[in-house]
């Protein structure tokens, strides 16, 4: 089936440090891959999508220039939180799918955010 | 705007039944996910539902009325591994998921 990594599974950084999460679509082409952001008990935010050679269209209230979001190839998406504050600790996921009219995402196992 | 409503929690017994309602109203409708979300864990996928009726797929099965906005999930001979959130998601006229908040199952022995 679909796989799809995220790295690294969990960081902690320090205060005004910047941090890159990768996520990668390990047997298949990702045209469009998606960032979210999930709070404790909340859910899945999204933050951003992405399509490959294009910018990233971000939700509102999301900070383009905070959260730098590149999707270089089919097969890889990088989300860089710039400057990182600890309300930025959360849980980022990213999930990517094969088209417009996908049948599903396939989402990546998340990475931990822990800003001090 | 755009909504999906489903419980904030709800609780069920091991080998028992329980469904999972959702109800929504978006801007076109591109079909309905299920997925399965332990704690501390990214989503994993359940179902999908377009077409009006009845998806079975082993223990789990998934209802949907367009007409009516209406979803559900059902599981049956429920198991200890089960107790996990439950998100109800449904894609929009530009193939957006829009997320419910989830629905915590809380199974006991």
């Known amino acids: 089936g679909a796989v799809v990594s995220q790295h690294p599974s969990w960081v902690i950084c320090k205060s005004g440090t910047s941090v890159k999460i990768e996520c990668r679509s390990l047997?298949?082409?990702?045209?469009?891959m998606f960032w979210y952001r999930q709070f404790p008990k909340q859910s899945l935010m999204l933050m951003a999508t992405s399509n490959e050679g294009s910018k990233a269209t971000y939700e509102q209230g999301v900070e383009k220039d905070k959260f730098l979001i590149n999707h270089a190839s089919l097969t890889l998406s990088t989300l860089t939180v710039t400057s990182a504050h600890p309300e930025d600790s959360s849980f980022y996921i990213c999930?990517?799918?094969?088209?417009?009219?996908?049948?599903?995402?396939?989402f990546g196992p998340g990475t931990r955010l822990t800003v001090t | 705007g755009q909504n999906i409503d489903q419980p904030t929690e709800m609780t069920a017994t091991e080998g028992a039944i329980v469904q999972i309602n959702c109800t929504y109203q978006t801007s076109g409708f591109n079909g309905l996910f299920w997925y399965q979300q332990h704690a501390g864990e990214a989503p994993t996928f359940l179902s999908y539902n377009v077409l009006d009726g009845l998806e079975e797929k082993g223990r789990f099965s998934s209802f949907l009325s367009r007409s009516k906005g209406y979803s559900y999930l059902l599981l049956k001979e429920l198991q200890m591994k089960d107790s996990a959130s439950y998100l109800c998601a449904v894609s929009d006229s530009n193939y957006q998921l829009i997320w419910g908040a989830g629905t915590k199952l809380i199974i006991k022995p």
């Open positions: 999930s990517a799918s094969a088209g417009r009219d996908f049948y599903e995402q396939y």
């Open positions: 047997d298949f082409q990702a045209t469009t």
